[in-house]
């Protein structure tokens, strides 16, 4: 048994974030150490449920309450990749970048820990962990974001670049999202001096400033680069579903909806579990399955009401139902491109067909798309066209294929360390603290 170790997770209401950071908390739990979650109010359930201890946000922005209409950062209301990109840094970054170092140096200093482990998408609480010395692991539970020599820049969902013209392209959007990012540059050097740290020349340093970077996903399916920094370290998806996604039986195995003599491939459609206006590509996407000879279940999340989205006599539409279950039975995966939607389609070896609405998900369809697994279309595609796409995906054997390949590859962790071994490691390699037996 390990010797129990104290860890904080830092982390916040971003949707698909969560349930592979709460995996790694639970696994963490599970060798014998006690994690607590410092997170939006709304997190409180999911953490409990998860055997986490809770915090609050009380100044960093948060959600208050469930519902849209309370949504810190509505990416949904922006216009391209660019604008969502310097509307985070201005203003859910760097301008409020003091108070997310308040809460978490409170958070500390009442309740000290051996390690941090903190969500990619707030850098700026490494800085509490800096100024008390407390080691630190970010955990980044989607696809590498940073923009890197040799991967194809985040945002527009470019495919590897295999010409000069395409490394020129690569280039140019690099420089741009770079210029957005280091406007963050002085809030952040202001918050590090009022601590009495050093300033930064550089915003990377800030994001990439915690002792690890633990990607979640497979090195297989993602874009990588031997420009990377060494301490990058990829841990593989976190696979289960979110305490939020029950059963239709009342929590056991999940039952299709259709008679058991009904033969027809099932399609699952997953679009995002927060609001991102997906009620029209969701009707679309109805459209498109109630006239082909197959079975749908689409599941809209806890953000959308199922009279939302009318069904038909061949489509279920439901709140939620447990997507690995699902996808025991499924042929075909329609969705948003969700970094943790897509990993367990594929981890299924369940091909896709790709709608990305923003965030990382056109990054993510493009890895997709890439690998062979899927095809991918605009969110504002005709239900002609997703029907069409579904007929593609289902009628040729090479997407199954490339996908089954993926499976493997999952499976058997190629090219994964393990997430709770590096962080058991973390929090020993702190002055005095105790060494972590193997378990």
Known sequence: ???????????????????????????LIARGHGVRL????????????????FSAWTTAPHKKA?????????????????????????????????????????ELEARPVDAMLVD?????????AEKLAIPSATLMPNIWIIPTRGIPPLGPGFLPAKSFVGRARDAIMRAMIEHVFQRALPSLNATRQAH???????????????????????????????HQPSKVRYVGPELEDPAWSKAGDGGGRWQP???????????????????????????????????LPVRALITLGPSLDPLEVPGADNVVVVRSAPHAQVLEHAALLITH???????????????????PMGRDQNDTAARVVASGAGVRLKPSASAKRIASAV??????????????????????????GDAVEALEGLASARPGARPVAAA
Not at 89 to 97: C, D, Q, S, V
Not at 337 to 355: F, I, M, S
């Open 391 to 416: 007929q593609r995906v289902l009628g040729e054997p090479a997407f199954r294929a490339a996908a089954l390949r993926l499976q493997q590859a999952i499976a058997t962790r190629e090219g994964c």
């Open 257 to 291: 909806p259709f008679p058991a003599s009904d033969q027809r491939p099932l399609v699952l459609v997953g679009l995002s579990s927060t609001f991102q206006d997906q009620v029209g590509t969701l009707r679309r996407i109805a459209g498109a399955l109630a006239r």
């Open 38 to 53: 410092l997170g939006d109010p709304t997190l409180e359930a999911e953490a409990l449920a998860s055997g986490c201890a």
């Open 66 to 106: 469930p519902g849209r209409e309370h949504d810190v950062f509505k990416d949904y209301e922006m216009s391209g990749p660019l604008q969502l990109i310097d509307t985070y840094m201005r203003e859910f970054l760097a301008a409020p970048a003091p108070r997310w170092v308040e809460d978490t140096l409170r």
């Open 196 to 226: 009495g740290l050093r300033p930064l020349s550089d915003v990377y340093e800030q994001l990439l400033g915690a002792d690890q970077v633990l990607v979640q996903t497979s090195p297989v399916f993602d874009f990588t680069s031997p």
């Open 1 to 27: 048994m390990s010797h129990g170790k104290q860890f904080l997770l830092v982390s916040w209401d971003g949707g698909g974030n969560l349930a592979p950071e709460l995996a790694v908390a639970r696994r």
């Open 337 to 355: 491109c969700g970094h943790g939607t897509t990993l367990k389609g594929l981890a299924a070896g369940v091909p896709l067909v790709c709608l």
């Open 120 to 128: 990619f998408a707030l850098p700026a609480t490494l800085i509490a």
